[in-house]
């Protein structure tokens, strides 16, 4: 089996203000992602920036065969949301955006804007696989891309770029922090025996206080020497399957000419020992292919493809 998860990059449709520009740009940018998903043949997939569900349609028709929707029902401001393209069908379980009850409202710009909620919603379905039920989380988190008063990416000056840049980053920590509630309601202290994956867009890299928080008790990272001996965290415990991706190919985007890996998938005790194989990419490319992209995301409106790879693992 394999899991997946990808940042489709703006999948709207054509002629709006964030989608192709005519059903020609449209069609082939269709081309390009349902290529790389033939290839993959994931079992279930997370998707993220799906603008239209139409869309989201559109693309598992190009794929072709039987496929399973289900797209959360909370967007953010751009309509874009979080979703799964699967082979069996799935049974939504949760698609929230609230935080945690004891979590409280997070600061978002200088006029004192306060949230408590995410900025796309939180999805989780069960499905069924031959080795049994799986239940899976989707999210795209905040990003690290900042966008100032008035549709602006750049700062007036330093101090604006500094409170703009916190503001971020306590809502992307907010929203970890929902997610890993999310993950408790899935593992239900049940790590060992249940198959529990999060994954999406964290939109930061592995060792990056947000991405550490879904993790859990620390102590038996991949790659530690606790990882093989078990332990009363297990039961709680997601990991990131990261260490498993060949160095070469540990990254999922290419930012101002440098590489990194903001797209995760976290696995519970019972799922990650059984991964077999994990990878961004396609398997028999020897690296991902990606344009390298900056601060002004509307640069590649209608571009075909997508700027992320996709994160894979294969699970025996």
Same mark, same amino acid.
């Given at each position: 089996?394999?899991?997946?998860?990808w940042n489709l990059e703006n999948l709207y449709l054509p002629g709006g203000p964030s989608g192709p520009a005519d059903k020609a740009a449209y069609e082939t940018k269709l081309a390009a992602l349902a290529a790389v998903i033939?290839?993959? =043949?994931?079992? /279930?997939? #997370?998707?993220?920036?799906?603008? &239209?569900?139409?869309? !989201?349609? @559109? +693309?598992?028709?190009? $794929?072709?065969?039987?496929?399973?929707?289900?797209?959360?029902?909370?967007?953010?401001?751009?309509?874009?949301?979080?979703?799964?393209?699967?082979?069996?069908?799935?049974?939504?379980?949760?698609?929230?955006?609230?935080?945690?009850?004891?979590?409280?409202?997070?600061?978002?710009?200088?006029?004192?804007?306060?949230?408590?909620?995410?900025?796309?919603?939180?999805?989780?379905?069960?499905?069924?696989?031959?080795?049994?039920?799986?239940?899976?989380?989707?999210?795209?988190?905040?990003?690290?891309?900042?966008?100032?008063?008035?549709?602006?990416?750049?700062?007036?000056?330093?101090?604006?770029?500094?409170?703009?840049?916190?503001?971020?980053?306590?809502?992307?920590?907010?929203?970890?922090?929902?997610?890993?509630?999310?993950? =408790?309601?899935? /593992?239900? #202290?049940?790590?060992?025996?249940? &198959?529990?994956?999060? !994954?999406? @867009? +964290?939109?930061?890299? $592995?060792?990056?206080?947000?991405?550490?928080?879904?993790?859990?008790?620390?102590?038996?990272?991949?790659?530690?020497?606790?990882?093989?001996?078990?332990?009363?965290?297990?039961?709680?415990?997601?990991?990131?399957?990261?260490?498993?991706?060949?160095?070469?190919?540990?990254?999922?985007?290419?930012?101002?000419?440098?590489?990194?890996?903001?797209?995760?998938?976290?696995?519970?005790?019972?799922?990650?020992h059984r991964v077999t194989a994990a990878g961004t990419g396609l398997p028999d490319d020897e690296t991902p292919r990606l344009p390298s992209v900056g601060t002004d995301p509307a640069e590649r409106q209608g571009a075909p493809?997508?700027?992320?790879?996709?994160?894979?693992?294969?699970?025996?």
């Amino acid at each position: 089996m394999l899991l997946g998860t990808w940042n489709l990059e703006n999948l709207y449709l054509p002629g709006g203000p964030s989608g192709p520009a005519d059903k020609a740009a449209y069609e082939t940018k269709l081309a390009a992602l349902a290529a790389v998903i033939t290839e993959l =043949d994931p079992a /279930l997939l #997370g998707v993220q920036e799906v603008g &239209d569900p139409e869309a !989201l349609r @559109d +693309l598992a028709q190009a $794929v072709g065969g039987t496929w399973h929707i289900a797209l959360s029902e909370q967007a953010d401001s751009r309509g874009i949301r979080v979703g799964f393209l699967g082979r069996a069908p799935m049974e939504v379980l949760h698609d929230t955006s609230a935080f945690p009850a004891k979590l409280r409202p997070v600061q978002a710009d200088d006029a004192g804007l306060e949230t408590a909620r995410t900025g796309r919603g939180l999805l989780a379905v069960l499905t069924e696989t031959e080795a049994g039920p799986l239940r899976v989380a989707v999210a795209h988190l905040k990003s690290k891309l900042l966008s100032y008063p008035n549709g602006r990416f750049q700062p007036r000056d330093e101090g604006e770029r500094a409170r703009y840049g916190a503001y971020a980053l306590y809502r992307r920590a907010a929203e970890a922090t929902a997610l890993r509630a999310l993950a =408790d309601e899935l /593992l239900a #202290g049940k790590g060992k025996e249940r &198959d529990v994956a999060v !994954l999406g @867009d +964290l939109n930061d890299e $592995v060792q990056a206080a947000t991405t550490q928080i879904l993790l859990g008790p620390p102590g038996s990272e991949i790659g530690t020497s606790g990882y093989e001996h078990p332990d009363r965290g297990d039961a709680m415990r997601l990991w990131d399957v990261a260490p498993l991706i060949p160095a070469e190919r540990r990254y999922s985007r290419i930012n101002s000419g440098r590489r990194e890996l903001i797209d995760h998938i976290l696995a519970s005790h019972h799922l990650v020992h059984r991964v077999t194989a994990a990878g961004t990419g396609l398997p028999d490319d020897e690296t991902p292919r990606l344009p390298s992209v900056g601060t002004d995301p509307a640069e590649r409106q209608g571009a075909p493809g997508s700027d992320h790879a996709p994160v894979w693992v294969r699970v025996g």
